[in-house]
């Protein structure tokens, strides 16, 4: 039942594709403790405002929100604590070099359970959007929905 449950996680953060463009994607594992990956087995997580930051050449993911689980007593975990991503250490490096580049920063973009019952977390080289770049993606999708009505 566990397993069922845990293959349907797949959760895209699509705020993040309004406000930024993606250059490079990567995937990572997450370290966390028992009651937060049943919290999201149970889909009770938001990740709206989260970014990445590095701290001693290794990656943490902040204001990545996962709720109190239920069931959990006096070990269960705080809500938006910060938690280390899993990353090659070539990756890791690719990106402390690509950050010292004006206007970059690092994003979840989807957080789902792999095949092995692991919780992942996709992440994105990002570029902020200015305004009117929103206004064309807006465009874009409106033009596309009409499409979509026409056929």
Known sequence: MAEKAAKKIDVTNKKASFEFFFLEKYS??????GTEIKSIRLNKFSMV?????????????KNL????YDQG???NHEPLRDRKLLLKKKELKKLVNKLTDK???IIPTRLFINDGGLA??????AKGKKLYDKRDSI???DVSR?????D
Do not use: P, Q, W
């Open 146 to 150: 009409e499409r979509m009505r026409e």
């Open 73 to 75: 007593t006096h070990y």
């Open 139 to 141: 465009k874009e999708r």
């Open 120 to 125: 992942k977390l996709d992440i994105a080289l």
């Open 49 to 61: 405002d989260a970014y990445c930051f590095f701290i001693n050449d290794e990656l943490y993911v």
């Open 103 to 105: 206007g970059l920063t």
């Open 65 to 68: 929100n996962i709720s109190k």
């Open 28 to 33: 990572a594992g997450m370290v966390l403790t």
